[in-house]
């Protein structure tokens, strides 16, 4: 089971959609027991990470800001609580699932600036999703312009003119009408055969 945290913005680095994919396994791992507030800041860690670049244009980890006094008017509770769960994510960690860093989650890189450890591997989950969501669009819009959407009938144009009827109220002579205009007409003999 998955649960699922989004938030849009737009940033200076092009990354134009923060999202975050919440595990089940969040809540069942090394953080049991850590308190509320350490569940509330990963999900925020996670929606609100921004990618670093290599020289290369490839990913190649992630950065996000946690400014205590902003967390503790958005969490709710104390600054120095916020600041405790801040530290206790960039303390090692041995019974993390990670081995990475000693199984810290951040590394402190200024005074609001965090390396989120295993960025790249969240990252890898976000564009994973976003082909899936990508690939879905594309099969909806062929479906679609084939005539083969897989979620109801085909339709052509007598019967969206028939439908729209219905729903703009007209008069049941008109459905009949596009109904008789579109049902195949009997064709004539031949008059050089007899019958």
């Given at each position: 089971m998955t649960?699922?945290?989004?938030?849009?913005?737009?940033s200076d680095m092009n990354y134009d959609k923060g999202y975050g994919k919440i595990f089940a396994t969040m809540y069942t791992g090394s953080m049991v027991g850590s308190g509320a507030i350490m569940f509330a800041?990963?999900?925020y860690v996670i929606a609100n990470m921004l990618p670093e670049y290599g020289e290369n244009g490839k990913i190649i980890g992630g950065r996000v800001e946690l400014n205590p006094k902003l967390l503790s008017a958005i969490f709710g509770e104390l600054e120095e609580d916020i600041e405790g769960a801040i530290k206790k994510c960039c303390d090692a960690d041995a019974?993390?699932?990670s081995e990475d860093e000693d199984g810290r989650k951040l590394i402190k890189r200024g005074q609001y600036e965090y390396d989120v450890v295993n960025f790249v591997k969240y990252n890898q989950i976000r564009q994973k999703e976003k082909r899936k969501e990508s690939n879905r669009k594309a099969q909806a819009a062929f479906r679609a312009r084939k005539g083969q959407n897989k979620n109801g009938p085909r339709y052509d144009g007598a019967?969206?003119?028939f439908e729209q009827s219905i729903i703009n109220g007209e008069p049941t002579e008109v459905q009949d009408k596009i109904v008789e205009e579109t049902l195949p007409q009997p064709k004539e003999p031949p008059e050089d055969i007899p019958f």
């Open positions: 649960y699922r945290l989004t938030i849009d913005y737009i800041l990963w999900p019974e993390s699932r019967a969206r003119r």
